[in-house]
């Protein structure tokens, strides 16, 4: 097993670990950044094929660096992903790639990560992930019949992997619906799951403009934080679908989307809805949300839910282990691309200022009155 030593390991390369990068760098802090992915931005690029972000270009640049083109357009997935390798390269960040955390445990003086054949040691570590790890798939997805094809969304990419027949997208929030509308080209598709609203104005309308505008920097960055009583209010609340940003209702069932109610079980093979139901369906896509997993982490960090305890990102039982990228961390933004570099900054400078002291910890103590006026 080899071995590194860092001051800090940021463990993420993504759009926050990224970011994290920029700002200890900023700060002269010596730093490595591990990412699992082959190569940067391949978060980005395995999503499915037609993905555009919902956010306009303007709010997806990170800092130092505005998002290239229209500021009006919507980037596609494959954009953003060349984005943050440009991003990465411009500003010399030491990302490692390839390099996947199976463990991060604390030794006596340092924390311990190790990555296969691969052991890294540090003083401080960033873990900069977001909390959507794995896909939410119900156990009793186990039980339909072995002839109806599953992926989730994360794994989904084009039509083309799908059998002829019938859809059933299980997630009716932004997911379900973008994925549903590239397969209505090809499927008759059904949604399953409760109407989380949407936005009434057109894609490229003004008051779309301007209602996005003030949502994403002002109620998500600067309204809905930790530091006042209502974000903590919204914070405490289970993080339920964002309403359609892009799709709107009367669009899908012009593309011959039905909708249906929620899908809470099996019944000889088949999906069951909460009315009794059956779905006679060859295809079924779970587009039912992320859950965190952070199960590698070998630290008592966590609550009953298995949620991190941090304060805005800084965790106190386990003083030089931090979080950038999580739902809500500081602000409703945190874990959007125009809200994570704000943590980012404050979480680099807690670190740079610990690295800083433990700096001067560590050099000799002066002999001479003379070492002591150099060291002044």
Known sequence: MTNQTCDVIVIGGGQAGLSVGYHLKRRGVRF??????????????????SLRLFSAARYDGLDGMPFPGDPNALPTKDEMADYLEAYAARFELPVLNGVKVERLSRSQNSFVIEAGERRFEAAQVIVAMATYQ???????????????????????????????????????????AEIGADLARTHEVIVSGRHPGHIPFGANSRARRILLFLLFRVVFHRVLRVTNR?????????????????????????????RVGRTIGVRDGRPMLDDNRVLDVQ????????????????LPVFDADGRPKHESGIVRDAPGLYFVGLHFLHAFSSAMIH??????????????????????????????????????
Not at 32 to 49: F, M, S
Not at 160 to 173: F, I, S
Not at 348 to 373: D, F, K, N, W
């Open 230 to 258: 209502i974000g903590r209010k919204v914070q405490k609340k289970p993080h339920g679908a964002t309403p359609l940003i892009r799709q709107k209702p009367r669009d899908l069932a012009a593309a011959g989307l039905q």
């Open 339 to 376: 809200g994570v570099g704000r943590d980012a900054d404050r979480i680099a400078e807690v670190a740079a200022t610990q690295a800083r002291s433990h700096a001067v910890e560590s050099q000799p103590l002066p002999q001479s009155a003379g070492e002591l006026r150099i060291l002044a």
């Open 283 to 298: 295809n079924v896509i779970w587009c039912a949300g992320y859950e965190s997993n952070f199960s590698w982490i070998e």
């Open 134 to 176: 794995k896909p939410r798939i119900p156990t009793w997805a186990r039980d339909l019949d072995p002839s109806i094809v599953q992926l989730s969304s994360a794994d989904y990419k084009n039509p083309a992997q799908l059998r002829d027949g019938t859809v059933l997208v299980v997630g009716a929030a932004n997911s379900g």
């Open 32 to 49: 490595l950044i591990l990412d699992a992915h082959p190569r940067i931005g391949d978060a980005w690029r395995k999503r499915w094929d």
